[in-house]
């Protein structure tokens, strides 16, 4: 079986919704909610002042003329979606019948945060553990987890400098359990 991943989709430009709209209604009516799992049009809204003083909302496009889906990818689902109304195809599908290619975690996990929805895998480790470090001026040192944050998706890792004792602070993607 394939693996869950996010792919993007070409629309017709501004009819994203539309498109969105039409996915939806034929995930359900062609039972594809065990493979297809979330179809998202990431918007901004902002703020204009009127000349009255009243706020006017106003929602833009993130990326015009794409959708994001969350989806396992089989002939049928790839097939479905390529053929509903208003899509025109999957970003990163060369053609000649070949299968997207998925979006990276730190592709889609910026997009995500924006939208409000929370991508982050469980953090796995505990207190006392030894984690390597993947990221920023002590990468690929070892530590051990002092403290874990998890409303901030923190850890705090003792590392040796210089033969002294030192706390880093880290996200949870930064360190990996050893």
């Known amino acids: 079986m394939e693996e869950r991943a996010w792919y993007i989709i070409q629309t017709y430009a501004g009819m994203e919704n539309a498109a969105k709209t039409n996915l939806e209604r034929r995930i359900k009516s062609m039972d594809m909610e065990d493979y297809i799992f979330q179809v998202l049009v990431p918007e901004t809204i902002t703020y204009e002042k009127k000349k009255n003083g009243e706020l006017k909302e106003i929602v833009t496009k993130t990326y015009p003329g794409y959708l994001f889906i969350d989806m396992i990818v089989t002939d049928d689902t790839w097939f479905m979606v390529r053929n509903t109304p208003m899509v025109t195809g999957f970003l990163g ?73 030192s706390t880093v602070e880290l996200d949870f993607d930064e360190v990996e359990k050893k």
Request: glycine share 10%; with cysteine; charged share 25%.
């Open 93 to 165: 599908s060369s053609g000649g019948g070949s299968k997207p290619v998925p979006l990276l975690d730190e592709e889609i996990n910026p997009i995500l945060k924006a939208c409000g929805i929370n991508n982050d895998k469980p953090f796995e480790c505990e207190v006392g553990d030894t984690v390597l470090i993947k990221a920023g001026p002590f990468v690929n040192s070892e530590g051990k987890i002092d403290s874990i944050n998890f409303d901030n998706r923190k850890v705090q890792v003792l590392i040796d400098v210089f033969g002294r004792q």
